[in-house]
């Protein structure tokens, strides 16, 4: 009846038609990078706070 693109198509045109990305920029995304990088500071708190409580009992 009505003629659509595929979603692979329609993903293919998306993507040709961004800009490249810039050199040395790694997260397009911004709620990406807030993710990775509050993942990234509970994970060192997480070891900080267990190698003080392993020497608090050590």
Do not use: Q
């Not at 961004?18 to 993942?39: C, D, I, N, Q, Y």
């Amino acid at each position: 009846m009505f003629y659509r693109k595929s979603l692979e198509e329609r993903i293919a045109d998306r993507v040709a038609a961004r800009k490249p990305l810039e050199e040395g920029k790694t997260f397009e995304h911004g709620p990406a990078k807030f993710v990775f990088v509050s993942l990234l500071v509970a994970v060192v708190l997480m070891h900080v706070v267990g190698v003080a409580i392993v020497m608090a009992f050590a």
